[in-house]
């Protein structure tokens, strides 16, 4: 089992920044990639970014390409999102995501390992 934890989440202003990390704890090894999604209140939950494990190869929704960067620290089994020039329409729970397989989806049903989620808010 994998264990993920999500922090850096908050309030902020629109044109701001944030970093989003996710932890991961147990039997990390086994992931090949690891995603961000998010959740906005009434709509269902979509791809934000991906990065397999092992490679560091990225992948990014249409949403955010340009604006944000996904990357890992395998030392740390710490996945980030850094998200920069942020809009009203971020706002979302943004979770993180673990796979065992390769080559992440952008569907979240290809996820096996899933954190709580934390909460984005971006005030325009």
């Known amino acids: 089992q994998v264990q993920l934890g999500e922090s850096g989440g908050g309030l902020v202003q629109a044109g701001g920044s944030l970093r989003l990390s996710c932890a991961a704890s147990?039997?990390?090894?086994?992931?090949?990639?690891v995603g961000w999604f998010r959740q906005a209140p009434g709509k269902e939950r979509e791809f934000v970014a991906a990065?397999?494990?092992?490679?560091?190869?990225?992948y990014y929704a249409d949403s955010v390409k340009g604006r944000s960067a996904i990357s890992r620290d395998r030392a740390k089994n710490t996945m980030y999102l850094q998200m920069n020039s942020l809009k009203s329409e971020d706002t979302a729970v943004y979770y993180c995501?673990?796979?065992?397989?390769?080559?992440?989806?952008?569907?979240?049903?290809?996820?096996?390992?899933w954190g709580q989620g934390t909460q984005v808010t971006v005030s325009s």
């Open positions: 995501a673990g796979r065992l397989g390769t080559t992440p989806p952008r569907e979240s049903s290809g996820y096996d390992y």
């Open positions: 990065i397999s494990w092992g490679g560091g190869i990225t």
């Open positions: 147990g039997r990390t090894f086994s992931m090949n990639a």
